[in-house]
């Protein structure tokens, strides 16, 4: 039988539900263990898709099309496997089923109430994945922290699992604050005391506690959080502060997972084998070289906006044994003078001009990737990346004067970039985009190909916006050559500049697909042509 823990907050939130989540899916995975993670979100939307980014961070991308919360992109990193549509929920799409039932009659003339129409939901989606037979573990974190009332239903819903399913095949990790005072000169546990407690109001007694701390746990502060909390000492586990999340797994090597196995009656098939792991933290933490590139955006004040594309730098760093020095610059910054946009770049050994929507910051991207062209500096444009580099190229070098796209200036007399047929009778926001894994076919000879030593692959989406065709063989007799083509729709996926050093654009969002143990191609020849 599939063995269920669920993983709650106390306290405060942002104290690393996922992360924790992930690094103990790795440990168990590490061991021979089948795992998947799924993240139960309490808030209304249906999904993040048309959450600002300013909101929660980034929207994550699944190959099936779900437009997810940001912790799946952590889980997918450290277990190298893909997650799906199933792996994220949310209140929102919860309330959307279960209203949907009502209006065509399914309850036959019950009232709907939150228990147990909400909760039957709720715990039918936590079970899903464990349906499958495809897991030995399913890990589920709940998004909030213990105590929100957004959060009730899934607390609940946990309680009547654990009576469901029996103490032996789920437990429940409760990840908690042990702040230390200064001024006292000591840690205190008293917000994990009230955190429990509130909990344990909740009709749910935590298994292990994991507690968030910037200092060592003494035996004393163990046994004084066990005896309060109503745990064992053993399972009162550390999670102290890393210098990265890349050290969490190590951290808690120790004691998490086997405390886990103990308590879930799992057999314990072998040492967790984490050389791999180990392998990567000995070249991230001692790089030959460092680089610095600079990422031009337009939500740069929340780094998470971006936090697909820094971890990239992370994974395609550790294999070229160097340390890529993210700089990040507002587009709306370079908006003015070209001379002061040279000097403001010039110390720069790359150039990355980021995704986003609408034409906030257009200008400044524009002599970014100028910049980039003139210069011979490496270039690398995502998705609105890729587009704004074809609007430059298309203004400075075939000198069609207001060359845009149409997201931009839906009048434009070159509209180089423009709304896909199919998007344009569109008017619902969410879920409505080009989303999910795409194949894309690679011209042999290119740089792509260089990149990717194969033909056909996939890469994931999210936009509205195409390259438009018309103005296909203009580009191409100029020098910027279409590296990569979807052989189903004959859309550009990749452009590239075949007289520049490296000059790259893609429509999909490769940062998606990068983890640990398979950095993606792209950013890995990317930082390789910074470093020459």
Same mark, same amino acid.
């Given at each position: 039988?599939?063995?269920?823990?669920?993983?709650?907050?106390?306290?405060?939130?942002?104290?690393?539900?996922?992360?924790?989540?992930?690094?103990?899916?790795?440990?168990?995975?590490?061991?021979?263990?089948?795992?998947?993670?799924?993240?139960?979100?309490?808030?209304?939307?249906?999904?993040?898709?048309?959450?600002?980014?300013?909101?929660?961070?980034?929207?994550?991308?699944?190959?099936?099309?779900?437009?997810?919360?940001?912790?799946?992109?952590?889980?997918?990193?450290?277990?190298?496997?893909?997650?799906?549509?199933?792996?994220?929920?949310?209140?929102?799409?919860?309330?959307?089923?279960?209203?949907?039932?009502?209006?065509?009659?399914?309850?036959?003339?019950?009232?709907?109430?939150?228990?147990?129409?909400?909760?039957?939901?709720?715990?039918?989606?936590?079970?899903?994945?464990?349906?499958?037979?495809?897991?030995?573990?399913?890990?589920?974190?709940?998004?909030?922290?213990?105590?929100?009332?957004?959060?009730?239903?899934?607390?609940?819903?946990?309680?009547?699992?654990?009576?469901?399913?029996?103490?032996?095949?789920?437990?429940?990790?409760?990840?908690?604050? !042990? $702040?230390?005072?200064?001024?006292?000169? /000591?840690?205190?546990? @008293?917000?994990?005391?009230?955190?429990?407690?509130? &909990?344990? =109001?909740?009709?749910?007694?935590?298994?292990?506690?994991?507690?968030?701390?910037?200092?060592?746990?003494?035996?004393?502060?163990?046994?004084?959080?066990?005896?309060?909390?109503?745990?064992?000492?053993?399972?009162?586990?550390?999670?102290?502060?890393?210098?990265?999340?890349?050290?969490?797994?190590?951290?808690?090597?120790?004691?998490?997972?086997?405390?886990?196995?103990?308590?879930?009656?799992?057999?314990?098939?072998?040492?967790?084998?984490?050389?791999?792991?180990?392998?990567?933290?000995?070249?991230?933490?001692?790089?030959?070289?460092?680089?610095?590139?600079?990422?031009?955006?337009?939500?740069?004040?929340?780094?998470?906006?971006?936090?697909?594309?820094?971890?990239?730098?992370?994974?395609?760093?550790?294999?070229?044994?160097?340390?890529?020095?993210? !700089? $990040?610059?507002?587009?709306?910054?370079? /908006?003015?003078?070209? @001379?002061?946009?040279?000097?403001?770049?010039?110390? &720069?050994? =790359?150039?990355?001009?980021?995704?986003?929507?609408?034409?906030?910051?257009?200008?400044?991207?524009?002599?970014?990737?100028?910049?980039?062209?003139?210069?011979?500096?490496?270039?690398?444009?995502?998705?609105?990346?890729?587009?704004?580099?074809?609007?430059?190229?298309?203004?400075?070098?075939?000198?069609?004067?207001?060359?845009?796209?149409?997201?931009?200036?839906?009048?434009?007399?070159?509209?180089?970039?423009?709304?896909?047929?199919?998007?344009?009778?569109?008017?619902?926001?969410?879920?409505?985009?080009?989303?999910?894994?795409?194949?894309?076919?690679?011209?042999?000879?290119?740089?792509?190909?260089?990149?990717?030593?194969?033909?056909?692959?996939?890469?994931?989406?999210?936009?509205?916006?195409?390259?438009?065709?018309?103005?296909?063989?203009?580009?191409?007799?100029?020098?910027?050559?279409?590296?990569?083509?979807?052989?189903?729709?004959?859309?550009?996926?990749?452009?590239? &500049?075949?007289?520049?050093?490296?000059?790259?654009?893609?429509?999909?969002?490769?940062?998606?697909?990068?983890?640990?143990?398979?950095?993606?191609?792209?950013?890995?020849?990317?930082?390789?042509?910074?470093?020459?």
């Amino acid at each position: 039988m599939t063995k269920y823990i669920f993983v709650t907050g106390g306290v405060t939130s942002s104290l690393g539900k996922g992360i924790l989540c992930a690094s103990l899916a790795k440990l168990l995975q590490a061991r021979g263990f089948s795992v998947t993670i799924q993240k139960f979100d309490p808030y209304i939307n249906v999904d993040p898709g048309t959450l600002n980014p300013y909101e929660h961070g980034e929207c994550y991308v699944t190959d099936d099309g779900a437009e997810t919360d940001l912790d799946l992109g952590h889980y997918e990193r450290f277990l190298n496997t893909p997650t799906s549509r199933a792996n994220n929920v949310t209140t929102g799409a919860v309330y959307q089923t279960v209203i949907n039932k009502e209006r065509a009659g399914d309850y036959l003339g019950k009232t709907v109430q939150v228990i147990p129409h909400i909760t039957d939901e709720i715990k039918r989606r936590m079970l899903l994945l464990g349906q499958t037979g495809n897991y030995d573990i399913v890990i589920t974190e709940l998004g909030g922290t213990v105590g929100d009332i957004a959060s009730l239903p899934y607390v609940e819903s946990v309680r009547q699992l654990r009576w469901d399913l029996g103490r032996e095949n789920c437990l429940v990790i409760h990840l908690t604050l !042990v $702040p230390y005072l200064k001024a006292a000169k /000591e840690l205190k546990t @008293k917000p994990t005391q009230h955190s429990v407690k509130e &909990l344990l =109001g909740l009709g749910i007694q935590p298994d292990i506690l994991a507690c968030r701390t910037e200092h060592h746990l003494n035996s004393d502060i163990r046994r004084k959080l066990a005896l309060f909390c109503n745990v064992e000492m053993s399972s009162v586990i550390e999670a102290i502060d890393a210098d990265s999340i890349y050290d969490a797994p190590l951290l808690l090597k120790e004691r998490l997972d086997a405390v886990v196995i103990s308590k879930l009656h799992l057999s314990d098939r072998r040492e967790p084998d984490l050389s791999t792991w180990k392998a990567f933290l000995g070249k991230l933490k001692n790089p030959l070289h460092e680089i610095s590139i600079g990422l031009i955006g337009k939500y740069n004040e929340l780094p998470d906006a971006y936090k697909s594309i820094y971890e990239a730098f992370v994974h395609a760093g550790a294999v070229n044994e160097c340390k890529v020095r993210v !700089v $990040p610059i507002h587009a709306e910054e370079l /908006e003015g003078n070209y @001379k002061d946009v040279s000097k403001l770049l010039s110390s &720069l050994k =790359g150039i990355l001009v980021a995704p986003g929507f609408g034409e906030r910051g257009i200008e400044g991207k524009l002599l970014a990737i100028r910049y980039a062209r003139e210069h011979n500096v490496p270039f690398f444009g995502i998705c609105l990346g890729m587009q704004t580099a074809c609007v430059e190229f298309a203004r400075n070098i075939l000198k069609l004067e207001g060359a845009a796209s149409t997201e931009v200036n839906r009048n434009t007399p070159h509209p180089v970039i423009d709304l896909m047929p199919e998007q344009q009778k569109i008017t619902r926001k969410g879920g409505t985009m080009r989303l999910g894994a795409y194949p894309c076919e690679v011209k042999k000879k290119t740089k792509a190909y260089d990149a990717y030593r194969q033909v056909l692959m996939e890469e994931r989406h999210r936009h509205r916006w195409e390259f438009n065709n018309a103005y296909l063989d203009q580009f191409e007799q100029a020098g910027m050559i279409p590296s990569g083509i979807n052989p189903e729709s004959n859309l550009v996926e990749i452009i590239e &500049l075949k007289s520049h050093k490296w000059f790259v654009g893609v429509q999909f969002h490769p940062e998606l697909k990068s983890t640990v143990e398979k950095p993606h191609p792209l950013f890995v020849e990317f930082v390789r042509a910074c470093m020459e």
